[in-house]
C-alpha cells in the first residue's frame, strides 16, 4: 500500500479566531507572504502525497477561489474540495473522502497544526497492521488535553481526562488511516467513534521524541506563535520551511510590526483586512486582534 492521499481538515466554523475567523477560514489566514493552507499543500508535496483533499464548509466559496488561484503553483498535485453542506464532523469528513482513496493510506491532518518530526516518519508507519495510527506530542501537566494511556506494544487503551497523575503524551491531530481496514460510514461521526474506535480496533500510536509542533488553533496561540517566528529560534526547522517554500523572507521580517493591538503592518493605507481576493473593512474594530493594512494576496 502507498501513503499517497491526504485529508486536510479545514471545515470548522472559525470561532475560536474571533471576529475575523467568522469572515476568514482559518486555512486562509496569512503566514508572512503565504497562507496556512499554502504551506501545507508545501509540505504534503514535499511528502511524495500526490492525492489532496480538502472538506470544507465556512465560506466555501472563499476556500475554493484561493485553490484555484494556486493550483498552478501546485500542479504535481491533484487537490479536491469536498463541501460539506453540514458539517460531518472529523470522522465523517474521513468517510466521506474514503470513496477517492480506496487501498491507499490516507494522511490526515488539520490545516491549522503543524507536525515536524525530525525523521521522514511517514514510510516507517507503512509496515504497521493497525487501522489508524496516531502521531502523539508531549503536554505538561497542568494543560488541560486529554491523555492517551498506551501499552507497552504501543497500542491505545484509552483516553483520559486531563490531570497531574495522567500521562503526559496527547493526540497531535495528525493521524495515518489505512483505508482497507475502514468500515464505511455515512453522515456525522466522531474520529474516536467511527475511524480511531480502539476499543474495536487496533489504534496505534507513535511519538518521537524529536519533533516540532504548531497550533495556530486560537487567536491567541496564532499571536504567540508569529511572535514566536519573528523574535525567536524557538522553531528553527519550521521557520527554515517558512524560508524554503517562499513564505518568510528577510523582507518579511523587516516589514512585520508586533504589539497586541497592531499585529500586521505592509504599509498598506487604511483600516482594511486583505486575505486573498477578499477586503474586508473595518472588521478589525471589533477584534481583539487588529490585522490591518495586510497586502492583498492574490
Known amino acids: 500500500m502507498k501513503i499517497n492521499a491526504c ?29 496556512i493552507l499554502y504551506l501545507q499543500l508545501c509540505l504534503v508535496k514535499k511528502q511524495g502525497i500526490r492525492n489532496v483533499f480538502i472538506n470544507s464548509h465556512h465560506q466555501t466559496g472563499l476556500v475554493e477561489k484561493y485553490i484555484d488561484s494556486i493550483r498552478q503553483e501546485f500542479k504535481s498535485l491533484d487537490i479536491k474540495l469536498l463541501h460539506e453542506e453540514v458539517l460531518l464532523d472529523s470522522g465523517g469528513a474521513i468517510h466521506n473522502c474514503l470513496p477517492y482513496v480506496k487501498d491507499d493510506y490516507l494522511l490526515v491532518i488539520n490545516a491549522d497544526v503543524f507536525y515536524l518530526p525530525t525523521k521522514k516518519y511517514l514510510e516507517e508507519l507503512k509496515s504497521s497492521d493497525a487501522q489508524v495510527i496516531l502521531m502523539a506530542i508531549d503536554v505538561e501537566k497542568q494543560a488541560k488535553y486529554n491523555r492517551l494511556v498506551v501499552a507497552d506494544d504501543r497500542q491505545l487503551l484509552k483516553i483520559v481526562p486531563p490531570s497531574t497523575s495522567a500521562p503526559t503524551i496527547t493526540f497531535s ?35 518521537y521524541a524529536d519533533y516540532e509542533y504548531l497550533d495556530f488553533g486560537t487567536k491567541d496561540d496564532y499571536i504567540r506563535l508569529v511572535e514566536s517566528l519573528v523574535l525567536t529560534d524557538q522553531f528553527p526547522n519550521f521557520k527554515e520551511m517558512l524560508k524554503v517554500f517562499g513564505c518568510f523572507t528577510d523582507q518579511s521580517n523587516k516589514n512585520i510590526y508586533l504589539t497586541r493591538d497592531t499585529f500586521w503592518n505592509y504599509g498598506i493605507k487604511g483600516q482594511q483586512f486583505y486575505c486573498g481576493s477578499l477586503e474586508l473593512k473595518d472588521v478589525c474594530k471589533d477584534s481583539e486582534i487588529v490585522l490591518n493594512n495586510m497586502r492583498d494576496r492574490i
Not at 485529508?7 to 503566514?31: D, N
Not at 495528525?174 to 461521526?189: A, M, P
Not at 467511527?194 to 489504534?203: D, L, M, Y
Request: hydrophobic share 40%; glycine share 10%; proline share 3%.
Open 173 to 207: 491531530g495528525v493521524s495515518l488511516v489505512n483505508c482497507q481496514k475502514i468500515e464505511q460510514h455515512k453522515g456525522v461521526s466522531k474520529f474516536f467513534d467511527t475511524v480511531a474506535n480502539f476499543k474495536n480496533s487496533k489504534v496505534q500510536v507513535q511519538y
Open 7 to 35: 485529508l486536510i481538515l479545514a471545515a470548522g466554523y472559525g470561532t475560536r479566531m474571533g471576529v475575523i475567523g467568522q469572515e476568514v477560514p482559518k486555512a486562509l489566514w496569512p503566514l508572512f507572504d503565504k497562507e
